[in-house]
């Protein structure tokens, strides 16, 4: 019996407004789905409490961070918050050749970029079930100050149309469900005949077949 191939991994790009909960949904995700691998993007912010180099960010300097970006090493970068984050290339690409799928937790202007550079990925918008809500979630992180709960807040009432340019929604009133949801859509587009290698697997049934005949 043979198993049925991709052809390659897919980006799954996530995108949604500060306190949507992209990161917990993403970790629970990877928690709950093979095949699956976290892009760490480069930021020139600094590490926030228990935040580890390497693991959810590489945090870089300014002097790094616009080396990488003119030597082409970014897939997309963009300015946010005030600080600097991009997603490196090279990951994504190998680890997409290896089959694996690859998680992108970026902002609008970076899910744009990705849009254009590399149409096979899919779009995912996770939005907050109220602004109430978010509110809370912003607040309750205790990593920002109160300024920059804020500025994040108020940029938050401009991002929610974004979501028209996404190809999947999904709202993160119960985290349980919101990982189902994007596990879900993720299945699903595993299974498109355009992304598997049916050529070789039909060829192996077919092998089988002739196998049987002649018993
Ligand atoms: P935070 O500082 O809260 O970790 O992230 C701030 C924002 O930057 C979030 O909306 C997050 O999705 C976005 N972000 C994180 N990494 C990247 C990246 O590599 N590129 C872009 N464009 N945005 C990113």
Not at 14 to 34: C, H, M, Q
Not at 50 to 71: C, I, L, N, S, W
Not at 168 to 174: C, G, L, T
Request: aromatic letters at 10%; a negative charge.
């Amino acid at each position: 019996m043979s198993s049925l191939r991709r052809k390659q991994g897919f980006l799954v790009v996530i995108s949604g407004p500060s306190g949507a909960g992209k990161n917990t949904v993403v970790n629970e995700l990877g928690k709950r789905l093979d095949r699956i691998r976290y892009s760490v993007s480069a930021t020139t912010r600094p590490p926030g409490p228990g935040e580890v180099d390497g693991v959810h960010y590489d945090f870089v300097t300014h002097d790094e961070f616009q080396e990488m970006r003119e030597a082409g090493e970014l897939l997309e970068w963009a300015t946010v918050y005030g600080n600097f984050y991009g997603t490196p290339r090279r990951f994504i690409e190998e680890t997409t050749a290896e089959g694996y799928d690859v998680i992108l937790d970026i902002d609008i202007q970076g899910a744009r970029q990705v849009r254009s550079r590399w149409p096979a990925g899919i779009f995912v918008y996770l939005m907050p079930p109220s602004m109430e809500e978010l509110w809370r979630r912003i607040c309750a992180r205790g990593r920002d100050s109160r300024d920059a709960i804020n500025s994040r807040f108020n940029l938050a009432w401009d991002e929610l149309e974004a979501v028209f340019d996404y190809d999947y929604v999904v709202v993160n009133s119960n985290l349980d469900e919101a990982v189902d949801n994007l596990r879900a859509i993720i299945t699903a587009e595993r299974s498109k005949v355009a992304r598997c290698d049916l050529v070789g697997f039909i060829k192996n049934l077919k092998t089988n077949r002739r196998c049987n005949s002649s018993e």
